[in-house]
């Protein structure tokens, strides 16, 4: 199976711009989590959709918001960017089988998009 | 919001020594607890993970611990190779926390 793919890879952006991130998941996959990782902050936990809709969401503002599709590509947008936005966004794709307050499903990351905000 | 601590944030060994990394966490409700090892510019990779029905897992040199009662699990890598060298990073997936991870550089 083809792993979990993410574009695009590498993006510049300015203050104040938008950007759109997209996820691919494993063939069979139905839920989408997506994590921003900084240097001094690890790894954090944006949100996680599942069957189209959010199941899950960490401490993140408004800025930050996603969506999936039927087939269960997942998009992540952020609006109004700062400069503290810059970081790598992963997403992490599992089968969904658990969810809510007993998640124990297996993620596995996609390779990134690495975000630079000017 | 819920916590995962990880503990130490680097660690140098040498190789053919052992390695252990610990995690408490505070949510009581946590099952899953998996570990990902990250080499520089590559993506977060799963390699080993322990559900609460268990107390202990091992796949050859790597061997994951977990206690309930006190909330902590530790992976611990033995005959440690040059190839180790990564950041790990260890979760409780109850509420998708990470620990802030462990720089581990093996000397050969």
């Known amino acids: 199976k083809a792993g979990v793919t993410q574009t695009p890879r590498y993006l510049i952006k300015t203050r104040g711009q938008q950007v759109t991130l997209s996820c691919s998941p494993i063939?069979?996959?139905?839920?989408v989590s997506w994590y921003q990782q900084t240097p001094g902050q690890g790894l954090q936990f944006l949100f996680e959709?599942?069957?189209?809709?959010?199941?899950n969401k960490g401490n993140f503002p408004g800025r930050f918001s996603g969506r999936q599709f039927s087939n269960s590509r997942s998009e992540m947008n952020v609006s109004t960017l700062e400069l503290g936005d810059s970081a790598l966004y992963l997403c992490?794709?599992?089968?969904?089988?658990?969810?809510?307050?007993?998640?124990?499903?297996?993620?596995?990351f996609g390779p990134g998009t690495r975000l630079t905000v000017l | 919001g819920e916590n995962v601590e990880q503990h130490p944030s680097t660690l140098s060994v040498q190789e053919g020594d052992s390695a252990v990394i610990k995690c408490t966490y505070s949510?009581?409700?946590?099952?899953?607890f998996p570990w990902y090892k990250q080499e520089l510019g590559k993506r977060p990779q799963l390699i080993i993970d322990?559900?609460?029905?268990?107390g202990e897992k091992k796949d050859q040199r790597i061997a994951v611990t977990l206690n309930k009662t006190a909330k902590h699990f530790s992976l611990h890598i033995t005959e440690t190779q040059p190839e180790d060298s990564a950041v790990y990073f260890c979760?409780?997936?109850?509420?998708?926390?990470f620990g802030a991870g462990t720089r581990l550089t093996v000397k050969p």
């Open positions: 992490a794709s599992s089968l969904g089988t658990s969810g809510g307050s007993s998640y124990t499903d297996t993620q596995y």
């Open positions: 063939s069979g996959h139905r839920s």
């Open positions: 959709y599942f069957s189209e809709t959010q199941r």
């Open positions: 949510d009581s409700a946590s099952n899953y």
């Open positions: 322990i559900r609460s029905n268990v």
């Open positions: 979760a409780a997936m109850n509420d998708m926390r």
